[in-house]
């Protein structure tokens, strides 16, 4: 039995994770400081005996013994994000000090959910690993786009200096049950809105494209990853590509909504393409996604018609 601890453990993502690290037979310690995270999504969990929750922002130190750590703590939509910009950059910076430091004192292996946010809004198409990105540094992004990538800065030094044993994982759009309802994603956005009747908010023209992962794709390539002796940048996501504009008329279309359609401007610094290049997890994880959107989105929205 390993002692695994997930930060952000009471989040969407955390949440399904610290399920499926307790279902294989492990122990779990949760941290969240509820900020974006819920207790409604780990409440199920408190049945298991190797479960425990410590509410607590991860920009304080932890002196606790553990083998493993999933380090998944940061508020991950720009609605979030941005409220206070400021405590997410000390979320990412910091916040990976500490779990390295963490993990260099009990020898744990560590992995970092970093973003595909760390392409910025790319000129190249797809994005492979080996891009470097266009990123504003002094946006209203920048404190996730750049908290992240300081992150992976601090876990490769972490690695080559102190030999801790670091994984980094960049994640495309993710999405599923138990996504927050108001969270600002456009998943969730569309099907909140579709179920309620209301208009469907797209940003721009709608021709801004995304690629969207089922969070059960998503651990898969996370454990997968986890297991691996890869040390460098991953890409976790769906090669598959849809505008939003396809994406809010296939959740229209699914909900048999009678929602309108409209058109807000467009954010500053909107990724205007993503599509991640998964060559590398192909072959250095032998993973690949298997559920297509249309799967994928019957079980979110039938996790929202309960939930709203």
Not at 225 to 232: A, F, P, V, Y
């Amino acid at each position: 039995m390993k002692q695994i601890l997930v930060t952000g453990g009471a989040g969407f993502l955390g949440s399904h994770l610290c399920e499926r690290l307790l279902k294989e037979g492990n122990s779990v310690i949760a941290v969240d400081n509820y900020f974006t995270g819920s207790k409604k999504n780990i409440e199920h969990l408190l049945d298991f005996k190797n479960f425990e929750i410590i509410r607590q922002d991860i920009c304080i130190p932890l002196y606790i013994e553990v083998d493993e750590i999933y380090n998944l703590a940061c508020p991950a939509s720009p609605k979030h994000y941005q409220h206070d910009p400021i405590q997410t950059m000390k979320t990412s910076v910091i916040g990976a000090f500490n779990m390295l430091g963490l993990a260099k004192r009990t020898g744990a292996r560590i992995l970092q959910a970093s973003t595909s946010e760390c392409y910025g809004d790319p000129t190249v198409h797809p994005q492979p690993e080996s891009y470097w990105g266009n990123v504003n540094p002094v946006g209203i992004r920048s404190c996730y786009d750049e908290g992240k990538r300081a992150a992976e800065t601090l876990f490769m030094d972490y690695h080559r200096k102190h030999n801790v044993d670091t994984r980094i994982m960049r994640i495309f759009n993710t999405y599923g049950p138990r996504m927050a309802i108001g969270d600002g994603r456009v998943v969730s956005n569309f099907i909140v809105q579709a179920l309620r009747g209301e208009d469907i908010t797209i940003y721009g023209h709608g021709n801004q494209t995304r690629s969207f992962c089922y969070y059960k794709d998503n651990l898969d390539g996370m454990m997968a990853l986890m297991t691996s002796n890869e040390h460098s940048p991953v890409n976790i996501g769906t090669p598959g590509e849809f505008t939003i504009k396809e994406l809010a008329e296939t959740v229209v279309s699914m909900t048999n909504s009678s929602s309108r359609i409209v058109y807000l401007p467009l954010p500053q610094d909107d990724p205007k393409q993503r599509k991640p290049d998964i060559s590398k997890a192909k072959q250095l994880l032998n993973w690949e996604p298997t559920v297509a959107l249309a799967n994928g989105l019957a079980d979110t929205i039938d996790y929202f018609q309960k939930a709203v």
